[in-house]
């Protein structure tokens, strides 16, 4: 059976092909939806004269110029997974209650007894030293970073100012370094001074708890020293 040059043909008049093999190599079913543009720039422009535009039309092209294809894409999209979770304040432990004694373990101040005094709306623990006994100032701590201790001050009527919150400890905006090389050195550098409000909102809270805390008989100087544990020595295994 002889075939011709081309190929397409078996024999003059009989194709190699059926039709819907032809319909498919030659990719017409992909302009299927295309319209007829005519051939003649005359004939073009008697067309877009007496074509009028209208919804229909504008539809039309739409739906022809955003035809969903389909075909796989060719890589992978990944869906953003939804979180279903809500953002909840965590539930204060109940080894912890105002006036307890903690011990920090991450942070600045790690290793330093402090005294609780309330949980914030976030969650966090706001705690301090008091500054004057022990140098830690005011501070939000996690409570996942604390140890509760046994020992406790009676801080029922220490009264703690409304404005000390979340907010309270949020860091001012610093100008931004202009790239010079006396900045990159840190030459002529400003100590940062503590704004004047906290330090007077701090004085307060040391003057309600220090009596209370002269009080009971060394718990200052437990205050004062800093926790640490020696070889051997399991932290779960002791009772603080």
């Known amino acids: 059976m002889a075939v011709n040059k081309e190929g397409a ?13 032809r319909y498919a190599k030659r990719g017409l079913f992909l302009m299927k939806n295309k319209v007829a543009v005519p051939r003649k720039a005359s004939d073009r422009k008697a067309a877009a004269r007496d074509e009028k535009p209208t919804d229909v039309n504008v539809d039309l092209v739409k739906a022809l110029t955003h035809k969903k294809s389909s075909l796989y894409p060719a890589d992978t999209l990944r869906k953003p997974k939804v979180n279903h979770k809500s953002n909840r304040p965590a539930a204060l432990k109940e080894t912890i209650s105002p006036g307890s004694v903690l011990i920090l373990l991450a942070g600045r101040f790690r290793g330093k007894r402090v005294v609780f005094l309330k949980q914030l709306e976030s969650g966090l623990l706001l705690v301090t030293g008091p500054y004057r006994v022990n140098g830690v100032p005011m501070r939000r701590v996690n409570q996942a970073y604390v140890i509760a201790t046994s020992a406790k001050v009676d801080v029922s009527d220490v009264t703690i100012p409304e404005n ?23 030459e002529n550098a400003v100590k940062k001074a503590v704004p004047s409000h906290k330090a007077a909102d701090q004085k307060t809270i040391d003057n309600q708890i220090i009596p209370k805390i002269r009080s009971q008989n060394m ?22």
């Open 9 to 21: 043909q078996l024999i003059p008049g009989v194709s190699r092909l059926s039709r819907s093999q």
């Open 164 to 186: 000390i919150n979340d907010s309270y400890f949020s860091r001012e905006q610093e100008p931004k370094l202009k790239g010079t090389e006396e900045e990159f050195f840190g």
């Open 219 to 240: 718990l200052a100087s437990y205050l004062r020293s800093s926790f640490s544990l020696s070889k051997g020595q399991a932290p779960h295994l002791m009772k603080f």
